[in-house]
């Protein structure tokens, strides 16, 4: 009981502390957000999962989340970068040399990750994706984040 209390309790900060993410961008920022949106390929967290579960392929996944939002818990995969937007063009080259790398690109909310998968095209990369709806739409569907306690789900009421 404690344990579902505790979870609840991050759960909760981690929702709190978001909230800044889902403020309504002015409207040239949404048309930069849809122009992203509209020119790499979006990943729904059911095909990300499968990818992450049942890919031969390397996938590497890029969190580009604010170190604040990283603590609430991560996407489990094998390759992770974890690389905040304001940093990802001046330091992506050095994590990820190969251009034709698998990347799928991570944010709370599926905004930032699609303009980061826009610029890693920009910059050349050739198989650059985004998680729609990111993290948020990750536990919603029912997948789970890894957290220092263990994984975190996001229970639904049927």
């Not at 390929?41 to 990283?70: C, G, M, W, Y």
């Not at 050095?94 to 610029?119: D, H, M, Y």
Request: hydrophobic share 40%; proline share 3%; with cysteine.
């Amino acid at each position: 009981m404690k344990k579902q209390i505790f979870i609840y309790i991050i759960f909760s900060i981690f929702i709190g502390l978001n909230i800044y993410a889902d403020k309504i961008p002015t409207s040239e920022v949404q048309k930069l957000i849809q122009k992203a949106k509209s020119s790499v390929t979006a990943i729904s967290p059911k095909e990300f999962h499968n990818l992450l579960e049942n890919s031969f392929e390397d996938i590497i996944q890029v969190d580009v989340r604010e170190n604040n939002e990283n603590g609430h818990g991560e996407i489990f995969s094998m390759e992770k970068v974890k690389l905040t937007r304001g940093y990802l063009e001046f330091n992506i080259e050095q994590f990820i040399p190969n251009k034709n790398k698998k990347v799928v690109i991570v944010c709370c909310s599926g905004r930032r990750s699609a303009l980061a998968a826009l610029t890693l095209k920009n910059l050349g990369y050739k198989n650059v994706g985004y998680l729609k709806g990111g993290v948020k739409a990750w536990l919603k569907d029912g997948y789970p984040l890894d957290t220092v306690y263990g994984e975190l789900y996001l229970k639904k009421d049927y």
